[in-house]
């Protein structure tokens, strides 16, 4: 085999080739391939941070289509007791709704005042209105099927406390002095 | 053996040397890396456009999505506190104090002995109901006292049945200074006033305790 001798300025041309071709290749990564790589790798971790994104999203529509569904079940107590509190004011319709039950329940006279309000934080679109009821003479066996009635018929009363006072004039009758809770819409 | 002169040689020998050049070799083998580098390097920026496709789709799914999930998650909550507002409701209406049961019990309770005057009572509490009921009145008979305290303990035992924790006290007990006509005998008497204690309802659950950091 015949020894190859390069010259001085055949050495320098080769250096400068592989040096050359070094940048080259370093270029090649540096400023094509690589940033090109780092650009796939970040779309590719977006698409993989979407998706689970997208699955809750998904998830959470049908979550909330399938409480729709249910909220006819649900809300149904709601719609029963809107339907039971009449519209108005209460000052207006509630009187004369305990005056037309004890005068049906054979108690004639009933007068009804508003003694207050109560707050309700727990009942949010409602409040909780507090009536006094005087019954000036009732007879007790009357009065407590009177009170079964109410306690039956109208849920949204509640007695918070009463009275009962024998009459001094009229041994059969008493004084029956009602405070009753109601709930009413806002 | 016949004397060969190859008279070409020098040529055959240039030939060669062209064929065999270094420079020559160097730029096919580069231009072949260059050549494998710039088809890797057009592959990847198919990819990268595969990708970024992908990207704008599923990115407008998010878009068109996250509208939606917003104002599902507004109506879910909606909805809940809604659910939440009907078992309250349904809650207050079942866990209220029935009076007309106990004046029933009381109809029953009360001897022919006895006369009450005054009955008188309040409900306080949301979860546990109590009751406080104050019943004044007067108790006839050869022994009145006792005839009251019949009343006091016949109300906390039949009360004790239907409720919970009830007290049946005396708040006052006096020897009358009226008599009373029963059965046609002069009865002495006895004033009252019993106090009597009761529970309805369940607790409600405690909130959950704090974790301690």
Known sequence: ?186 | MALRLNLYHEVIKAKALKRRDPLKISIYALSAIAALCASWYLLQLVNMHNLTADLKRVKGEYDKLEPLAKASKKKEDALTQQGKLSVQLEKRMESRFYWAPLLAEMMQLVPREVQITRMGGDVTGDGIRRCSLTIDGLSAGTDPRKVAEDLRTSIADKFSAKYKNVTSTFKMLEDGTEMVMLDGKQMSTATFAINVQLYTGEDKPAAPARKKK
Request: net charge negative.
């Open chain 1, 1 to 186: 085999m015949k020894d190859i001798q390069l010259g001085k300025e055949e050495i320098q041309k080769l250096v400068l080739g592989v040096l050359l071709f070094f940048g080259l290749i370093y270029s090649y990564f540096d400023l094509l391939l690589g940033p090109l790589s780092k650009h796939q790798d970040a779309v590719r971790l977006s698409i993989v941070a979407l998706g689970p994104e997208i699955d809750a999203d998904k998830a959470q529509i049908a979550r909330a289509k399938k409480m729709e569904q249910e909220a006819l079940i649900t809300q149904k107590t709601t719609r029963q007791v809107n339907a039971m509190i009449p519209e108005g004011s209460p000052v207006a319709w509630f009187p004369t709704h305990m005056a037309e039950f004890f005068k049906k329940q054979g108690i004639d006279k009933a007068l009804t005042r508003m003694n207050g309000e109560l707050p309700d934080k727990e009942l949010p679109g409602y409040r909780k209105l507090v009536w006094g009821v005087d019954l000036p003479k009732v007879e007790f066996v009357p009065f407590a099927e009177a009170v079964s009635v109410l306690e039956n018929e109208e849920p949204l009363f509640e007695i918070a406390a009463m009275q009962i006072d024998a009459s001094r004039e009229d041994v059969g009758a008493q004084h029956a002095l009602l405070t009753l809770n109601n709930i009413v819409r806002q």
